[in-house]
């Protein structure tokens, strides 16, 4: 005999409401972390399924339009915020004076190039993705100092 929570493989109302709550909040996490843009897209389309859930629509219906909803979403507005904060000379995220990484100074691990050819500087015992500005590479082991910084890239100028 079946239990009737599982009967056909059915997720019960209460699961599905925490599973959408679970993608939407994992979804708000890793777009913390991240400047991509499309982890927002996939959580922000889990919030009608999660109504749905509430409603006890199926799971299958909650999970059909949850790919639909986040496929429009990443379709339509992905480019546009892309655009919108990435394109340089119109809004500048990176915002150095708001960053508590600006004017600190480290050291080189790995050469630094442009945003082609980032490297790695250690700062206050920590290694980060850096680039700089400047024409020329700067080598191994050279004293850096955070002009900007953009997610987690900074932005660095050799120390003269």
């Known amino acids: 005999m079946t239990r009737p929570c599982c009967r056909a493989g059915l997720i019960l109302p209460g699961m599905a409401v925490l599973f959408w709550l679970i ?18 897209f996939i959580g922000a389309g889990a919030i009608v399924p999660f109504f749905l859930s ?33 394109h340089r000379g119109v809004t500048d995220m990176s915002a150095p004076s708001k960053s508590s990484m600006t004017n600190l100074t480290g050291y080189v691990e790995d050469s630094v190039g442009d945003e082609g050819h980032p490297g790695r500087v250690k700062i206050k015992g920590e290694s980060w993705r850096a680039v ?22 900074l932005w660095v100028e050799r120390v003269s």
């Open 23 to 40: 993608i939407i909040l994992v979804c708000i996490f890793a777009e913390i972390h991240t400047n991509a843009f499309l982890t927002v």
């Open 132 to 153: 700089t500005d400047a024409k020329e590479v700067i080598p191994d082991g050279a004293q850096v100092i955070v002009r900007k910084t953009f997610g987690t890239t």
């Open 54 to 86: 509430l409603a006890s629509v199926p799971f299958a219906v909650q999970a059909i339009l949850w790919l639909i909803i986040s496929a429009i979403l990443i379709g339509a507005l992905r480019p546009a915020a892309m655009h919108r904060f990435h």
